[in-house]
């Protein structure tokens, strides 16, 4: 049970990332709530890779040669650099949003509808 | 080459065919068309349109925009629309909500049924 | 050498664009000709490959490329027990084809934007971040490996936004890139979460490892529900479709044409992990009705809330949703009866090919139309249909592909969007006759909406406001040209189409055991 924490608490930053993003009404937090859902993705990553008693996965002057996953770390350091672009990106369009429309509250950037 | 027939295990359809029959209907359609006047004959007023003793309207006048061209439909439509339409807010929240929606849904009818 | 392109052909096919896309703005610096000349022959190049590539998969099977490996077929080394260790580059047929017809929608949207964009500022990165996004298309549709899938699924999805927000104006078009790219990250962070979930189960990244592998437990299932809800929203299906019109009408001209073949990425994806990666031992009949609810309801929803639109583009992208409908009904009726070797045979092949033939065909005839309505942009300066009239009398080019594109779109013959829509027809008859009715009530009031929008913009009396409206330059003329005539050739010759190209395709989607013997050599 308690070796399950880890994904529980993958699974509730996941949830508080769209909580944050679903009752928000400010563009910044509403993209920051999507780097926490990232946030919790990746944490769930990491943790799927973990071996019971193992050691981190390098080589040289190792302990035992009993080591965690190291794919699952390539792919969240990958995942890490993805969200960098991502929220670097939404965040510029909020920027430009917030001087042209000159307000940073989704009910109020509607001028797309139906 | 030649194009084959289509076979979709219920029927078929061979595009030569249909391109055929197309030809010869429009070659009838061009006879029908040289035995007509190419023009309105006559000059002044029966050399114009009769469009029921009234003027030509201008330009602007004369063409229908494009929202009054489907009225009748979208107004028989009414109760449809009236609740659809209203869905497509525009707000991101609400984006997020449907997507979310849909997920739930989707895992009830998955991973439940 | 030729042998090195073709033994080499996947790899090339990602990283000639990309090197091309990189390089852009140094070549940008020379020039405008010398950055013309350098997209369109990138673009040229990687259609050219990616024809070679599937003439190989189409004549001797399956291609499998490993990257990094001694030889390209080595995917499992000696000593690693049967497992395949590095990513995996897996074209089948369904790949090859819509690699092939991906990278020619490219090569046509970058001869239109040679022209559209001539007098635009800010070229060297509208360019890289075109062929950015053919690298992430053709990344998607080739690759063989889940988290491959999410890093292409990422460069498609950031490309497409910052394309549809590129020029700013007055900031409506950054909103509609605003939500393209959060909709589009969230949907990708979803289909990564259920890309962790099989792999901490299955311990495998390799699509056909995790597919032999496979039992359908209750954590495959919550990752079937993230993939099939994050992939739908990527393609646009109701009830996630509301970014879809937003992010269609503002974008350039050219863009929007590249951005249904995006789409129609993230529908292949969605094939691709419910009949290679689950395959059989989902409940077929649950997930396959759940896929022909979605896409009924994206048919009726999609077309109905067309017709009362002012805006011609968005009226265009409300249609792209609708087709999508066909496509994933197409599908969805093959999944159903996946099990059924009877019903197979009798409707549900077909109901696949129509529905993959459809894919093809709506990429040429949409592209064509929003290719049409960038072009009375460029020439009028506005998207309202209220305010458009009289334009056939001067642009008759234009008129005549109009035409072309609503008659194929409308599923009338000899066009190709009848041959598609007749296979759907008749194969969903046999399977449900009230969707197969409501498919063909959804198809009248598709032409219905055309007809709107042609009389709207060409009909009537020449308007004096548009007195001096000529043609659009030939570069445009051109490109419309090329889907006009490919509408015209797929609709006259759909049965050659159908056995060399789509039935491949389709088998290689049903037949499970082939992807996975490709990959781990027939265990």
């Known amino acids: ?114 | 080459m030649i194009a084959e027939t289509l076979y979709t295990g219920f029927g078929a359809w061979n595009p030569i065919v249909w391109l055929i029959a197309l030809a010869v209907a429009l070659l009838f359609a061009w006879f029908i068309q040289r035995l007509g006047e190419p023009d309105i004959p006559g000059e002044g007023e029966s050399g114009k349109s009769y469009i029921s003793g009234n003027d030509e309207p201008s330009p602007e006048d004369g063409h229908i925009g494009g929202s009054n061209l489907y009225w009748g439909f979208t107004e028989a439509m009414k109760g449809y629309y009236a609740r659809v339409v209203p869905l497509h807010t525009g707000c991101l929240t609400d984006y997020v909500l449907w997507f979310l929606g849909t997920f739930a849904l989707l895992f009830i009818l998955i991973g439940v049924i | 050498m030729m042998d090195f392109i073709i033994a080499n052909a996947p790899a090339l096919l990602i990283a000639l664009p990309m090197l091309g896309a990189f390089a852009l703005p140094l070549v940008g610096r020379l020039g405008d000709t010398p950055r013309n000349a350098w997209v369109l022959g990138v673009a040229l190049i990687t259609f050219v490959i990616a024809a070679l590539l599937a003439w190989t998969v189409l004549s001797g099977g399956p291609v499998l490329y490993t990257f990094g490996a001694a030889s390209p077929a080595d995917a499992i080394p000696a000593d690693s027990g049967g497992i395949p260790i590095r990513i995996v580059f897996t074209v089948d047929a369904m790949s090859a084809f819509m690699a092939v017809f991906a990278s020619f929608v490219g090569l046509v949207t970058c001869l239109y934007s040679v022209a559209s964009e001539r007098r635009s500022s800010g070229k060297d990165g509208y360019y890289a971040l075109m062929l950015l996004l053919l690298v992430g298309i053709l990344g998607m549709v080739c690759t063989g490996d889940l988290f491959n899938f999410f890093v292409f699924l990422e460069i498609n999805s950031l490309a497409g936004a910052a394309l549809v927000a590129y020029r700013i104006d007055k900031g409506v078009s950054v909103e509609a890139g605003l939500k393209y790219g959060f909709l589009s990250t969230l949907a990708g962070l979803m289909v990564l979460y259920a890309i962790a979930l099989l792999y901490g189960q299955y311990d495998s990244l390799n699509m056909a490892v995790i597919a032999s592998r496979m039992s359908y437990t209750m954590l495959d299932k919550v990752a079937l529900a993230l993939f099939v809800a994050g992939l739908a929203l990527k393609a646009g299906a109701v009830p996630m479709h509301f970014w879809t019109p937003d992010a269609y009408s503002m974008a350039p001209g050219a863009v929007t044409a590249f951005l249904v073949v995006a789409s129609q990425a993230g529908l292949y994806g969605l094939f691709r992990i419910l009949f290679s990666v689950y395959g059989l031992t989902l409940s077929y009949v649950t997930v396959g009705w759940a896929v022909i609810i979605l896409g009924v309801l994206s048919m009726f929803v999609g077309v109905s809330m067309a017709i009362p639109q002012k805006d011609v583009k968005r009226l265009m992208a409300y249609h792209a949703v609708s087709q999508s409908g066909y496509m994933l009904l197409g599908v969805g009726v093959g999944l159903v009866v996946l099990g059924d070797a009877a019903a197979m045979d009798a409707f549900g092949r077909t109901a696949m090919e129509g529905g993959i033939f459809h894919i093809v065909n709506h990429a040429m005839y949409k592209g064509l139309l929003f290719l049409t309505a960038g072009a009375i942009f460029l020439q009028t300066g506005t998207r309202n249909l209220n305010k458009m009239g009289g334009l056939g009398h001067s642009m008759k080019w234009t008129m005549l592909f109009f035409i072309i594109g609503a008659l194929a779109i409308a599923g009338i013959p000899p066009f190709n969007g009848f041959a598609s829509k007749l296979m759907i027809y008749e194969s969903v008859f046999a399977f449900s006759p009230v969707i197969a009715v409501i498919a063909m009530v959804v198809s009248i009031l598709t032409l219905a909406s055309f007809v709107k929008v042609f009389h709207a913009i060409f009909m009537g009396p020449e308007q004096p406001k548009y007195e001096g409206v000529g043609e659009v330059p030939k570069p445009m003329l051109a490109a419309m040209a090329v889907l006009a005539i490919m509408t015209i050739l797929m609709g006259v010759f759909p049965e050659q189409i159908v056995t060399t190209v789509i039935a491949p395709a389709a088998d290689a989607l049903i037949d499970q055991g082939a992807y996975v013997a490709t990959v781990l050599g027939g265990i």
């Open chain 1, 1 to 114: 049970m308690i070796e399950n924490i880890p994904f529980f608490c993958a699974g509730l930053l996941v949830l508080i990332g769209l909580a944050v993003i679903v009752t928000k009404r400010d563009l910044i937090k509403m993209v920051m709530g999507l780097a926490l859902v990232e946030a919790g993705v990746n944490l769930l990553l990491v943790a799927t890779g973990y071996i019971s008693g193992g050691v981190a996965p390098i080589f040289t002057n190792a302990p035992s040669t009993e080591m965690v996953m190291a794919t699952v770390q390539a792919m969240t350091l990958t995942n890490i650099v993805i969200g960098i672009a991502t929220t670097a990106l939404l965040l510029s369009f909020v920027m430009v949003i917030s001087r042209k429309y000159g307000t940073r509250d989704v009910t109020e950037m509607r001028r797309l509808k139906e």
